[in-house]
């Protein structure tokens, strides 16, 4: 089902796979980049350790990139425009995903929105910032619950067909508007938050993917870093990081103890906990690839790493235990 190619440039072979319904080859371990760039959230990441964040990830053969208009208030798309400018890997090599839906006003607030003129008009902005005649894979990012589906997929089935995007991706939808936005245009791809942590995908979204031939990518891969393995519930974050929040109460407690025990077990493979997580996702049925985030160079490298490991059942049997 998957290609092995080795492209690497830094002796890692990544694995590779075909984008449902298209002919876009993405490496299964990819990048997420909310955090390059710099602003909002994450003002600590400085934007040339974003782009060797990105670099190092494509010298480790990882060519499936995610961003969003949204990220780093523009930002990250930005960035990887330049990235893409400065590198030596041919632009069709890299399948570049970015998602728009959400609208900033003029006093500076944002609100979704899913009217296709607004869809048009967010697409060309990313065409802008990310210096692109096209983008591979272009995600309605979060519904507005107004405009019907039909109405804001269909206006990207006709970008599709004008060129500037090759494959449609949703993502946040509930399953009756993903059954909706799938009867109506090819959806290649939908994005949804799904971890060791974080398992409600499985209920019913991932088996609609499988059966409906689209591939599922899992967003928070590493449970937005509970799964590094570097925080605890006593670590701190600044102000209006979103981790402040997340990583507080009974519900994270559980899951930094669950983390700690999959920690260990991951030391006696010899790996470590991003790997393992990251392996398990691979694992899953439908989870054609991850983009996991981050902001440092050996962040990226570590993470492709990933594609040299394989869980046995007998692994995935002794995780089954300690998520239980
Ligand atoms: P994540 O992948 O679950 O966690 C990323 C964090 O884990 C990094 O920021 C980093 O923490 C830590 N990390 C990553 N690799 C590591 C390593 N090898 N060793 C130690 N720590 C490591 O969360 P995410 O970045 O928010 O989500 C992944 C991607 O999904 C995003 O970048 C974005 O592209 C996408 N996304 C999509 C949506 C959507 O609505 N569709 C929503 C959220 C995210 P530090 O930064 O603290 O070092």
Redesign the pocket.
């Known amino acids: 089902m998957h290609d092995n190619l080795d492209y690497s440039m830094r002796g890692v072979t990544i694995e590779y796979t075909t984008l449902k319904k298209t002919d876009l080859k993405i490496s299964r371990i990819g990048i997420?980049?909310?955090?390059v760039g710099g602003a909002i959230y994450y003002d600590h990441t400085d934007p040339s350790q974003g782009k060797n964040f990105v670099k190092e990830a494509i010298w480790n053969g990882i060519n499936f990139i995610?961003?969003?208009d949204m990220?780093t208030d523009g930002r990250s798309e930005k960035l990887l425009g330049e990235v893409l400018q400065e590198i030596e890997q041919k632009r069709e090599d890299i399948v570049l995903a970015t998602?728009g839906a959400i609208e900033k006003l003029p006093d500076g607030t944002t609100r979704i929105n899913n009217k296709p003129a607004y869809l048009r008009s967010a697409l060309e902005a990313s065409l802008k910032r990310l210096n692109q005649d096209y983008i591979d894979l272009y995600?309605l990012?979060?519904p507005d619950d107004k405009t019907p589906i039909s109405e804001s997929v269909g206006e990207l089935s006709q970008i599709k067909e004008e060129g500037k995007i090759k494959a449609i991706g949703v993502?946040?939808l509930s399953i009756e508007q993903l059954k909706e936005a799938n009867k109506v245009a090819e959806i290649s791809t939908f994005?949804f938050?799904y971890?060791m942590l974080d398992r409600t995908a499985e209920q019913e979204i991932l088996p609609y993917c499988v059966e409906n031939n689209i591939s599922f990518i899992p967003?928070?891969?590493?449970?937005?870093?509970i799964?590094?393995?570097?925080y605890s519930i006593l670590s701190t974050f600044d102000d209006g990081d979103p981790r402040q929040k997340r990583f507080k109460g009974d519900d994270a407690r559980k899951k930094f103890e669950i983390a700690t025990k999959l920690k260990d077990f991951a030391a006696t493979k010899g790996i470590?906990l991003?790997q393992l997580a990251l392996a398990w996702l691979l694992a899953q049925n439908g989870v054609d690839a991850v983009?996991?985030?981050?902001?440092?160079p050996e962040?990226a490298q570590?993470?492709a790493k990933t594609i040299d490991i394989t869980l046995s059942l007998d692994d995935l049997k002794t995780i089954e235990s300690i998520l239980d």
């Open positions: 997420g980049t909310n955090k995610d961003t969003a990220y998602k995600y990012h979060f993502s946040n994005q938050g971890n967003y928070f891969p590493l449970a937005s870093g799964l590094s393995g570097k470590n991003p983009i996991p985030g981050g902001r440092r962040q570590s993470n």
